[in-house]
């Protein structure tokens, strides 16, 4: 995979299905290089397999499909070049879609009441006077900011406490209403200064459910709440009798009992997330503690639904599982849970319609396809990644083992360029910690291999996916475990003859970043590095990150000589391996100063370096930034594997210039204005 195949790559979102099973729409996204910047159409998919998936919709960015109970409309998220999302709805029967919100800020994604009248989202709210709500007001001539609390911003956000985000209202344009005709408004139902997340429907109408934080300790802790309110607002009560942090609630269809995605117990400071496990949960409707269904020490969920789906008496569940994500059916009756998705591959997003499961299932060579499940089948239904497959250029993962020092298994991959080799190495490390690499394409490993590298990964001590005890063990120990398991799977690795012992480089971002900053402040191994929107000083990161306040303390300690000993700026000046120093201005997770520091003290002590800084990006730039600017982190990082470690595949890249724009490919495919044909659903 070359950087510019990133235009080639489709990425399907989570799906919805139609009330009787027949049809599946998912959104899927790709970058525009040339436009720089993403879009996203509708594509409708018979869950029989009996047609291939056809577009649906063909606007600049379209997203969060979601059918109507009754079958008869489908509604989802729409943004104009340069404008925000909006809520729209479109007849399954034929017609135009309809625009249902003109939100300041965006609306998020729709939630339909069960009567099929009204759609519930949340939004933010901004304060008269910021963000464009005053004509020629810019950032640069609004008040100044008095920040009295500890949690004021969020990365890839910005500053929240002038701009919450509350659950609104909408009703659907009366049947007969002229379409030119103005959409009813949305009704604001809740208030106050505190987020809203996540909101669903009680199976009567006449309740909303969602998750805040609005307890007393809100601002000094990581507990939130699912709260119920009346449509019209009143009567707002609180549901959770917990120190969990909730989220997704969904009623069962007797309305007395809510369904949880949540970390059961954050302790008694409410800060405990170290390691914490998101599992299945309920609690009574009318109020109580939360009641794990899931082992929290064993079950962590993986999967993007944006919602706890209940069908035919079980819950759906992606749980991740040594670098899978599995899903799962959880019997609500407190039976064994059964795995309609296992083995290599990484369940993404599912919906459930008509008794037919259509999840979004990744695997190594594709960032997913759709497949439908019925009792006793799986049928997959797509075949977005094509193209990409077409070019010849994705390479399999091999699985492997390894044994740490202490004897503690070590999991992980090796992905081989094509050819004997033996090829140089790419030892890269993820972020989190508390996260896992697993069965996804990974579109940097394949651009690495494409390039000749051979790349091993692995999920050390301190990764997701192994159980709450492996997500901990390095609690307060930074660059111990972790560390020496990194290094044996690297070690195991080179026992592959395809793979240089001799020519070994090493990458990694976030806390990637930080453990690769760490290992070159005690070994001169690797002939060169890559620290990239590291965490290296937890002294100032306390300062100056949006999670400061509380993360290096729950991860590090507080004694400041075991901070010293964890701390890859307190080591820096051992550092004598050629680094390339990658950072984002607006990063506000891992902030610029951290990567600045770094570069300038080996600059200073003649430590070959190079610091490339990304204007307007945040911490999520190589997943989520401005398209040509993934695109030319990719360059950029293989032009200096091409200094320090070249290969056939890789020559010359050095005198090559960054690319700035590139062709992009389109689907080639007209939209289809045929009806969705879904069969009506009578809803009492």
């Given amino acids: 995979m070359r950087p510019t195949d990133l235009a080639l790559l489709r990425t399907p979102g989570v799906p919805t299905v139609s009330p009787d099973g027949r049809i599946a729409v998912v959104a899927v996204s790709r970058l525009d290089l040339e436009a720089d910047e993403y879009r996203g159409q509708l594509w409708a998919v018979p869950t029989d397999g009996s047609a291939p998936a056809r577009p649906l919709t063909s606007g600049h960015r379209d997203s969060a499909p979601a059918f109507s109970p009754d079958g008869r409309w489908l509604a989802y998220l729409s943004a104009r070049p340069g404008g925000r999302p909006q809520l729209h709805v479109l007849p399954t029967s034929g017609g135009a879609a309809r625009q249902l919100t003109s939100c300041a800020m965006g609306a998020g994604a729709p939630v339909w009441s069960p009567d099929s009248r009204r759609l519930a989202f949340v939004a933010r709210v901004p304060e008269e006077g910021r963000y464009g709500t005053v004509e020629g007001v810019g950032p640069e001539a609004e008040p100044p900011r008095l920040i009295t609390t500890f949690q004021y911003r969020q990365d890839d956000v910005g500053f929240v406490a002038d701009r919450r985000s509350q659950v609104f209202v909408v009703a659907l344009p009366e049947d ?5 005709a103005a959409p009813p408004q949305p009704v604001q139902v809740t208030t106050g200064d505190a987020d809203c997340a996540d909101v669903t429907w009680s199976p009567d ?13 809100a601002d000094r802790d990581l507990v939130t709440d699912v709260y119920v309110v009346r449509t019209d607002g009143s009567q707002l009560r609180r549901v959770t009798e917990s120190r969990g942090d909730c989220s997704r609630p969904a009623y069962d269809r007797t309305g007395r009992t809510i369904y949880v995605t949540a970390v059961p117990d954050l302790g008694e400071d409410g800060l405990g997330f170290v390691g914490s496990q998101e599992t299945l949960c309920r609690v009574d409707a009318a109020g109580g503690p939360l009641q794990p269904l899931l082992d929290p020490e064993e079950h962590q969920r993986g999967d993007e639904t944006p919602a706890t789906v209940l069908a035919e008496g079980a819950a759906l569940f992606g749980v991740e599982r040594k670098g899978a994500v599995e899903l799962l059916r959880v019997p609500l009756d407190g039976g064994a849970p059964v795995a309609l998705v296992d083995g290599p591959f990484t369940v993404r997003g599912f919906a459930v319609g008509g008794g037919v499961v259509v999840a979004t299932v990744a695997h ?27 070019t010849g250029r994705v390479h399999r993962m091999e699985e492997r083992t390894a044994t740490a020092p202490d004897g503690y298994p070590v999991h992980g991959w090796v992905t081989v360029p094509d050819g004997p080799g033996p090829h140089p190495v790419l030892l890269t490390i993820h972020g989190g910690p508390f996260a896992q690499y697993g069965w996804t394409l990974f579109d940097e490993t394949q651009a690495y291999v494409s390039a000749g590298y051979a790349v091993v990964q692995c999920n050390p001590r301190g990764s997701s996916g192994y159980g709450q005890a492996h997500g901990r063990s390095i609690q307060g120990r930074w660059g111990t475990l972790d560390a020496d398991d990194v290094l044996a799977f690297l070690d195991a690795a080179l026992e ?32 060169a590095a890559i620290s990239e929107r590291a965490f290296l000083d937890p002294v100032s990161f306390v300062g100056s990150s949006d999670i400061g306040w509380f993360f290096p303390d729950a991860y590090l300690g507080t004694d400041p000589t075991a901070i010293a000993a964890q701390s890859p700026m307190a080591a820096v000046g051992m550092i004598e391996t050629p680094t390339f120093v990658i950072h984002s201005e607006e990063d506000w997770r891992c902030p610029v100063e951290q990567g600045l520091r770094l570069y300038v003290a080996l600059k200073r002590r003649g430590v070959p370096t190079e610091l490339l800084l990304f204007p307007g990006e945040g911490h999520e730039l190589s997943r989520s930034g401005r398209p040509k600017h993934r695109l030319a982190r990719l360059e950029h990082v293989l032009r200096w594997w091409a200094r320090w470690l070249p290969t056939p595949q890789n020559q010359g890249v050095v005198e090559l210039p960054v690319a700035t724009a590139t062709p992009t490919v389109d689907t080639g495919e007209p939209v289809d204005p045929t009806p969705l044909t879904v069969r009506k659903t009578r809803v009492p």
């Fill in 176 to 180: 007969g209403t002229d379409d030119a």
């Fill in 205 to 217: 109408g006449t309740e909303l459910a969602f998750v805040s934080a609005r307890h007393e300790r």
């Fill in 364 to 390: 190594d060579r594709s960032p997913g396809e759709l497949v439908a499940i019925t009792p006793g089948r799986r049928r997959r239904l797509t075949e977005f990644g094509k193209e990409l497959g077409a």
């Fill in 496 to 527: 592959d003859p395809r793979l240089d012992a001799e020519r070994v480089g090493i990458m990694g971002g976030s806390y990637g970043g930080y453990l690769t900053t760490l290992l070159i402040t005690r070994t001169t191994r690797f002939v």
